[in-house]
């Protein structure tokens, strides 16, 4: 049973990185205004998410660590069915199965509580001093499973895989103020972004050398919003590397997308440019699928190919005054 759990486990927590995301993920979805990520070792030795949401009362801590589909992971059929439909409420137990986890948490006009998880034994729960919303810490991941722990690299490649994490969440979410701590050392610390398209949290994240030759991207075609910074021609040799794409706040790795945006680079310039940009789609909930594999971050779309025109034009417009 403790096997299996871990080989599940290992399927939604591959490494600090898809850690950090679910916890990411859940600190949004509490409706934090202000996230603060701690990383030890590239997250090897401790990995922390702290923030103001809305917390969890003392009574169902035991339940946001609690294995939800146990009898569902009877079989490997089970598991390749339960991996296919992304272990839905399961991230937390995940964590619990192959690391030590702590949460400590506090609801607003509730007391604060702590709990404890190690390798899958979940520990008793006690009242702690906390400040409103959540601090979840993971340390010493996978340090009981050696057959996943040679599946991870050095820390400063996990510290790397972590920093991409915190970024693309920071540009996902510009109204959230996030902080980053690396090793004891203050990383990037973003407060929220007012700007008006909320581009100025990308050009933060993305650094000043992108910023400096980037166009701004803002169209709405239809039910279809676009924005975002696309590079200059001239920074085309610049040495960040960046295409990143986004829809309806989710980071995604996307072929139309990446397509239109190469397609709009050649019509403008004619040349063999690779093309850095970071674009951020917005459409209707009912127009795209998110999380076809939740771990692969990938998107289908309702109607590709509207998609890829309206791409398409927003960054042609937008590289447009680089011919000028
Ligand atoms: P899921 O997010 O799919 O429900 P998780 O295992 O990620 O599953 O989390 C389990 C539960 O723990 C969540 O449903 C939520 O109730 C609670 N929880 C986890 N993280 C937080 C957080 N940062 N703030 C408030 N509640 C949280
Ligand atoms: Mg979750």
Redo the contacts with the bound molecule.
């Keep these: 049973d403790t096997l299996i759990s871990q080989i599940a486990a290992g399927e939604v927590v591959e490494r600090p990185a898809s850690a950090l995301r ?1 916890l990411l ?3 949004l ?2 409706g934090s205004t202000r996230i603060t990520v701690r990383i030890a070792q590239g997250g090897l030795d401790m990995l922390s998410v702290e ?1 103001d ?4 009362p003392p009574d ?1 801590l035991p339940l ?1 660590l609690a294995r939800h589909a146990t009898s569902k992971i009877a079989s490997l059929a089970d598991l390749e069915q339960a991996q296919s439909l992304g272990f ?6 995940s964590m619990a199965a192959v690391a030590e986890v702590e949460i400590v ?1 506090r609801r607003r006009g509730q007391p604060g509580a702590r709990i404890s998880a190690a390798n899958g034994r979940l520990g008793e729960v006690a009242p702690a001093a906390a400040a409103p919303g ?1 601090l ?1 810490t993971l340390r010493r991941l996978f340090h009981e499973i050696p057959a996943r722990r040679s599946f991870l690299k050095s820390a400063a490649t996990e510290a790397g895989w972590c920093i991409e994490v915190f970024k693309r969440a920071a540009i996902a979410h510009p109204q959230v103020a996030w902080s980053l701590w690396q090793d004891g050392r203050a990383g990037m610390q973003l407060g929220p972004d007012s700007s008006p398209l909320g581009l100025q949290r990308l050009a933060d994240v993305l650094g000043k050398s992108f910023a400096e030759h980037a166009l701004p991207v803002d169209a709405r075609i239809g039910p279809l919003a676009v924005r975002g910074l696309v590079c200059r021609p001239t920074a085309a040799r610049a040495r960040a590397e960046v295409q990143q794409c986004f829809v309806n706040r989710r980071w995604v790795r996307d072929r139309v997308l990446a397509h239109a945006v190469r397609a709009a680079y050649a019509d403008v310039l004619h040349g063999a440019l690779q093309p850095q940009y970071a674009l951020l789609v917005e459409l209707p909930p009912e127009r795209v699928d998110v999380n076809v594999h939740p771990a692969k971050s990938e998107v289908r779309f309702r109607e590709s190919q509207a998609v890829h025109q309206a791409v398409f034009h927003a960054v042609q417009r937008a590289l447009a005054p680089a011919l000028a």
Excluded: Y
């Excluded at 839905?88 to 137990?93: D, F, I, M, P, T």
């Design positions: 679910e993920d859940n600190a979805d509490a923030d949401g809305c917390g969890i169902e946001a839905r409420g399961e991230a937390l137990a948490s959540t979840i």
